[in-house]
């Protein structure tokens, strides 16, 4: 939780734009962040003459560091997020909800991790705070965003900075229709003005730091006209931070699933951007399927690199030995040992009574990859599989896997 006294607001507090500005841009223009922030508890300070603001002034600096738990000790560690995002594990919907992430941190304490993309509607219309949770293991921790409407992504990052989120990503690369619909993701490439306007009231509203994922482009656009036209805009609403998922996205005409294949991968594009934009941080993305090609493409000069499905499929491959190739750290658990730290967790999800207990498939769907390429791995995920989501099933269907593995491997 980021306390009253860090982030006091200043007096003045900030260039409010007014409603009928805000109606240049925002269609629902009745979003006031200081509302938000003193519903949360949030800056004493506040004040918004007009009750509907997009901009607040800060006193302190920007957090452009998280405070991270110390292998599960309690001692905390400062780290600037700009050496923690050399590596990324991608936002992935369904796949990485805080289960996913916390074995993800078991594995590698340094690789930054994000969260699924949340909608800026779902937290500020909906009042979806549930979607925000995790736990202090899991940081360093970004927080993605879907959205074009500056007031409700500004409040909806306030929401994320509250409940402690060092970073605010905006999502403008998902493709899908639904995205699509609620005008925002990949279309967003088509508005770089919008964008930069949505990143400025974020910025302003809220002490994080706000980063952006987006595309080499959409549809018929020139990525390279759209892409440095995309990226100086960005800069100068004040991102310092960029993740380039190095393919176009078809708008029309294809899945999701296919948005994330079919069109063809440009590393040079992405690397060209560093050359013209030396001060941004980029990270890319798209394609990689090992710590060594991660490795291999922060020698070519990015600042960093993010891994989505290869991580997902096969966490322990890559992210094991993530703190030593890419951190110069120690390296993670062996597989069998990452399931026994799992226990806790596991445990405490299963009695977690608040939430109506918790299912076992809901964390051991996210291990099924643990063992991948190993003897035994397919009797491992078939016995968590077929065993995880019944009713009352615990911790021994966990032992059971294991046991299953080793006795096929044997
Ligand atoms: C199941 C799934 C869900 C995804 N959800 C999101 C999302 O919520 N936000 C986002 O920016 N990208 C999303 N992506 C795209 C990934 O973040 C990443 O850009 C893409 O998979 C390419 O990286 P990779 O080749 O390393 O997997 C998703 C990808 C997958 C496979």
């Given at each position: 939780?980021?306390?009253?006294?860090?982030?006091?607001?200043?007096?003045?507090?900030?260039?409010?734009?007014?409603?009928?500005?805000?109606?240049?841009?925002?269609?629902r223009?009745?979003?006031?962040?200081?509302?938000?922030?003193?519903?949360?508890?949030?800056?004493?300070?506040?004040?918004?003459?007009?009750?509907?603001?997009?901009?607040?002034?800060?006193?302190v600096?920007?957090m452009?560091?998280?405070?991270?738990?110390?292998?599960g000790?309690?001692?905390?560690?400062k780290?600037?997020?700009?050496?923690?995002?050399?590596?990324?594990?991608?936002?992935?919907m369904?796949?990485?909800d805080?289960?996913?992430?916390?074995?993800?941190?078991?594995?590698?304490?340094?690789?930054l991790?994000?969260?699924?993309?949340?909608?800026?509607?779902?937290?500020?219309?909906?009042?979806?705070?549930?979607?925000l949770r995790?736990?202090?293991?899991?940081?360093?921790?970004?927080?993605?965003?879907?959205?074009?409407?500056?007031?409700?992504l500004?409040?909806?990052?306030?929401?994320?900075a509250?409940?402690?989120?060092?970073?605010?990503?905006?999502?403008?690369?998902?493709?899908?229709?639904?995205?699509?619909?609620?005008?925002?993701?990949?279309?967003?490439m088509?508005?770089?003005?919008?964008?930069?306007?949505?990143?400025?009231?974020?910025?302003?509203?809220q002490?994080?730091?706000?980063?952006?994922?987006?595309?080499?482009?959409?549809?018929?656009?020139?990525?390279?006209?759209?892409?440095?036209?995309?990226?100086?805009?960005?800069?100068?609403?004040g991102?310092?931070?960029?993740?380039?998922?190095?393919?176009?996205?078809?708008?029309?005409?294809?899945?999701?699933?296919?948005?994330?294949?079919?069109?063809?991968?440009?590393?040079?594009?992405?690397?060209?951007?560093?050359?013209?934009?030396?001060?941004?941080?980029?990270?890319?993305?798209?394609?990689v399927?090992?710590?060594?090609?991660?490795?291999?493409?922060?020698?070519?000069?990015?600042?960093?690199?993010?891994?989505g499905?290869?991580?997902?499929?096969?966490?322990?491959?890559?992210?094991?030995?993530?703190?030593?190739?890419?951190?110069?750290?120690?390296?993670?658990?062996?597989?069998v040992?990452?399931?026994?730290?799992?226990r806790p967790?596991?445990?405490?999800?299963?009695?977690?009574?608040?939430?109506?207990?918790?299912?076992?498939?809901?964390?051991?769907?996210?291990?099924?990859?643990l063992?991948?390429?190993?003897?035994?791995?397919?009797?491992?995920?078939?016995?968590?599989?077929?065993?995880?989501?019944?009713?009352?099933?615990?911790?021994?269907?966990?032992?059971?896997?294991?046991?299953?593995?080793n006795?096929?491997?044997?």
């Amino acid at each position: 939780m980021i306390s009253s006294g860090v982030v006091a607001g200043s007096e003045q507090a900030g260039s409010c734009l007014t409603p009928a500005e805000m109606s240049l841009r925002s269609a629902r223009s009745d979003i006031c962040v200081c509302d938000v922030w003193e519903r949360l508890g949030g800056p004493e300070t506040l004040s918004c003459p007009q009750r509907v603001c997009v901009t607040v002034s800060w006193n302190v600096p920007k957090m452009s560091e998280v405070s991270q738990v110390e292998n599960g000790r309690n001692a905390l560690r400062k780290k600037p997020l700009s050496e923690a995002a050399k590596l990324s594990v991608a936002p992935m919907m369904d796949w990485t909800d805080r289960h996913c992430r916390y074995l993800h941190r078991l594995l590698s304490k340094e690789t930054l991790l994000y969260t699924e993309m949340v909608t800026a509607p779902a937290l500020v219309r909906g009042g979806a705070r549930h979607l925000l949770r995790f736990d202090p293991a899991e940081q360093p921790v970004a927080l993605q965003l879907g959205g074009s409407d500056p007031a409700e992504l500004a409040a909806a990052a306030v929401m994320g900075a509250h409940e402690g989120y060092p970073e605010i990503n905006l999502n403008c690369g998902c493709p899908s229709d639904r995205v699509q619909s609620g005008a925002f993701g990949a279309i967003l490439m088509q508005d770089p003005a919008l964008v930069a306007e949505c990143c400025r009231a974020m910025i302003a509203a809220q002490p994080a730091e706000v980063t952006v994922k987006c595309r080499i482009g959409v549809d018929d656009q020139n990525p390279t006209e759209v892409l440095p036209e995309f990226l100086s805009q960005i800069v100068a609403a004040g991102v310092e931070r960029v993740t380039i998922h190095a393919r176009k996205a078809w708008l029309q005409g294809l899945s999701p699933k296919e948005n994330r294949d079919i069109p063809p991968l440009d590393y040079d594009l992405v690397f060209e951007m560093k050359q013209l934009f030396p001060h941004l941080h980029i990270s890319i993305n798209g394609g990689v399927t090992s710590i060594e090609q991660a490795a291999e493409l922060l020698d070519r000069g990015v600042d960093g690199v993010m891994i989505g499905r290869a991580a997902y499929h096969n966490p322990t491959d890559i992210l094991q030995r993530a703190d030593a190739v890419i951190y110069g750290g120690e390296i993670g658990p062996d597989p069998v040992d990452l399931v026994l730290q799992m226990r806790p967790y596991i445990e405490a999800h299963l009695a977690d009574e608040s939430r109506g207990s918790g299912k076992l498939s809901q964390v051991t769907k996210h291990m099924l990859g643990l063992f991948a390429g190993k003897p035994g791995a397919r009797h491992w995920r078939r016995h968590l599989s077929e065993n995880g989501h019944r009713d009352g099933a615990g911790w021994s269907v966990v032992e059971d896997a294991l046991d299953a593995m080793n006795h096929a491997a044997a």
